[in-house]
Nanobody, 121 residues
């Protein structure tokens, strides 16, 4: 089993910043990549940013100037630094991990439970 635990969501005023964290634990042989997605009310879930264990990043074009994803491989933890937040950034933010798990060895895609980010105007 592999689990993801997210933290760092909350209420912030427009123009403010938040930092989300997501820690992976369990039977992890190798963490291939981690990502953040978000889902606003009434909308589809969308990719925010993705980072490989080697540090290669991909961002949603509309967010790359304000959001930064980083990874601490030693802690199996991914971070999302969100700056200059806007009310339209309000959403549930979900962590995602692509993992090689052990016991037995297999590829897994794992999701966190989500953390709510609310940006007030």
């Amino acid at each position: 089993q592999v689990q993801l635990v997210e933290s760092g969501g909350g209420l912030v005023q427009a123009g403010g910043s938040l930092r989300l964290s997501c820690a992976a634990s369990g039977r992890i042989f190798r963490l291939n990549a981690m990502a953040w997605y978000r889902q606003a009310p009434g909308k589809q879930r969308e990719l925010v940013a993705r980072i490989s264990s080697g540090g290669t990043t991909n961002y949603a074009d509309s967010l790359k100037d304000r959001f930064t994803i980083s990874i601490d491989n030693a802690k199996n933890t991914v971070y999302l630094q969100m700056n200059s937040l806007k009310p339209e950034d309000t959403a549930d933010y979900y962590c995602n991990a692509a993992v090689i798990a052990t016991g037995p060895t297999r590829y897994l895609e794992v999701w966190g439970q989500g953390t709510l980010v609310t940006v007030s105007s």
